[in-house]
Antibody, heavy 116, light 110 residues
Framework: QVQLQESGPGLVKPSETLSLTCTVS????????WSWIRQPPGKGLEWIGY???????NYNPSLESRVTISVDTSKNQFSLKLSSVTAADTAVYFC??????????WGQGTLVTVSS | QSALTQPPSAAGSPGQSVTISCTGT?????????VSWYQQHPGKAPKVMIY???KRPSGVPDRFSGSKSGNTASLTVSGLQAEDEADYYC??????????FGGGTKLTVL
């Protein structure tokens, strides 16, 4: 059974860079797209972007200037960096596997708060 | 503002059927058969209930069904049960934008 686990700081200061890692277990990272999705408290889901296992990326145009997603196949991990964060970036951040049809496996999510 | 439009709430009594709509444009919902629906209980990660408009993943009850007409997709939950009370989100492939979500619908089982 594929499992995903997000890790990273739960508190980031304004203007700094948010960094999260998603570790995939129970399956290989190869052959799939790997997504980051966020959910501000009490609000809906927002797709941030995804990366193919070969490193090809696609980002939400509204965040593209601040987002970098990378993959480390040797560690079965992929990562998110979001620069110049503000309070509006406070959210639960989910990593998920996209099988070409839908996000079929999700991490439990991690709350990241942007505050000084 | 979400890319896809969903009603904020829906409700039904146990045993009844409820349909949730998801309206987009010809650039997303209407242009591709890649609409999916996710169920999210409070404090939990979303779970895919429908993919490619009307297909159910293994383990999802056949009480859940999906359809699409033009730029509007729909999720129908038949024979409502208490455990169906949750937030539901639609999602669509959107070409260059790739993935868009709806604003979510809170389903209440009365």
């Amino acid at each position: 059974q594929v499992q995903l686990q997000e890790s990273g700081p739960g508190l980031v200061k304004p203007s700094e860079t948010l960094s999260l890692t998603c570790t995939v277990s129970g399956g290989s990272i190869s052959g799939y797209y790997w997504s980051w999705i966020r959910q501000p408290p009490g609000k809906g889901l927002e797709w941030i972007g995804y990366i193919y296992y070969n490193g090809n990326t696609n980002y939400n145009p509204s965040l593209e200037s601040r987002v970098t997603i990378s993959v480390d196949t040797s560690k079965n991990q992929f990562s998110l960096k979001l620069s110049s964060v503000t309070a509006a970036d406070t959210a639960v951040y989910f990593c998920a596997r996209h099988n070409g049809r839908a996000q079929d496996y999700w991490g439990q999510g991690t709350l990241v708060t942007v505050s000084s | 503002q979400s890319a896809l439009t969903q009603p904020p709430s829906a409700a039904g009594s146990p045993g009844q059927s409820v349909t949730i709509s998801c309206t987009g444009t010809s650039s997303d919902v209407g242009g591709y058969n890649y609409v999916s629906w996710y169920q999210q209980h409070p404090g939990k990660a979303p779970k895919v209930m429908i993919y490619e408009v009307s297909k159910r993943p293994s383990g999802v009850p056949d009480r859940f069904s999906g359809s699409k007409s033009g730029n509007t997709a729909s999720l129908t939950v038949s024979g409502l049960q208490a455990e169906d009370e949750a937030d539901y989100y639609c999602s669509s492939y959107a070409g260059i934008t790739h993935v868009v979500f709806g604003g979510g619908t809170k389903l209440t089982v009365l």
